[in-house]
T-cell receptor, first 118, second 113 residues
Framework: GAGVSQSPSNKVTEKGKDVELRCDPISGHTALYWYRQSLGQGLEFLIYFQGNSAPDKSGLPSDRFSAERTGGSVSTLTIQRTQQEDSAVYLC????????????????FGPGTRLTVL | GNSVTQMEGPVTLSEEAFLTINCTYTATGYPSLFWYVQYPGEGLQLLLKATKADDKGSNKGFEATYRKETTSFHLEKGSVQVSDSAVYFCALRRGDSSYKLIFGSGTRLLVRP
């Protein structure tokens, strides 16, 4: 079946512009996660959705970052007034359920969006 | 706090060599442990996992055993192939119903023919 998909695969933008990154999770997966993979910081958790609500936004690096999820499916990560340090690969993952399903709920990752801020 | 430490790469091996990539962790409670692999140009894929002490995860000839006494989850393969060239990430998920994966820095493996 279809895996997690993300778009665009690559995004080049100028400093100060806003960008939107999209994630389509695996059908039926209620939990959705955003991570960031950068040279300096490795793989970092950003935000977690259970359904349409985000009980944990603790990983968002600044208030320029926001995310939403609609219809319990597609999620959009928005970065406002991008800075060069935002350059990274943004990874989305989904799992059948988040909390309450035990300790082995596997997260499936998408191919990522490579963001370059000039 | 919770953290994962992996051996630095790159690790360069000849085909059919034995592979070990070390991973140790620090965590409260009883975490679940994972190895993810990222092939060139592709996304992260789950390679194997273990959810409690002494569990052995295995897949595609790779194995890792959850060792609570040494807080380790080393990845091993008896005979690597060129197609195993990738970046390998060790990760943990805390055992208190947490969902957040905490990753190590990744180890690049290069297998030469």
């Amino acid at each position: 079946g279809a895996g997690v998909s993300q778009s665009p695969s690559n995004k080049v933008t100028e400093k100060g512009k806003d960008v939107e990154l999209r994630c389509d999770p695996i059908s039926g997966h209620t939990a959705l996660y955003w991570y960031r993979q950068s040279l300096g910081q490795g793989l970092e958790f950003l935000i977690y959705f259970q359904g349409n609500s985000a009980p944990d936004k603790s990983g968002l690096p600044s208030d320029r970052f926001s995310a939403e999820r609609t219809g319990g499916s597609v999620s959009t990560l928005t970065i406002q007034r991008t800075q060069q340090e935002d350059s990274a690969v943004y990874l989305c993952a989904s799992s059948l359920a988040g909390l309450g399903r035990g300790y082995a709920d596997t997260q499936y990752f998408g191919p990522g969006t490579r963001l370059t801020v000039l | 706090g919770n953290s994962v430490t992996q051996m630095e790469g790159p690790v360069t091996l000849s085909e059919e060599a034995f592979l070990t990539i070390n991973c140790t962790y620090t965590a409260t409670g009883y975490p679940s442990l994972f190895w993810y692999v990222q092939y060139p140009g592709e996304g992260l894929q789950l390679l194997l996992k273990a959810t409690k002490a002494d569990d052995k995860g295995s897949n595609k000839g790779f194995e890792a055993t959850y060792r609570k006494e040494t807080t380790s989850f080393h990845l091993e393969k008896g005979s690597v192939q060129v197609s195993d060239s990738a970046v390998y990430f060790c990760a943990l998920r805390r055992g208190d119903s947490s969902y957040k994966l905490i990753f190590g820095s990744g180890t690049r493996l290069l297998v030469r023919p």
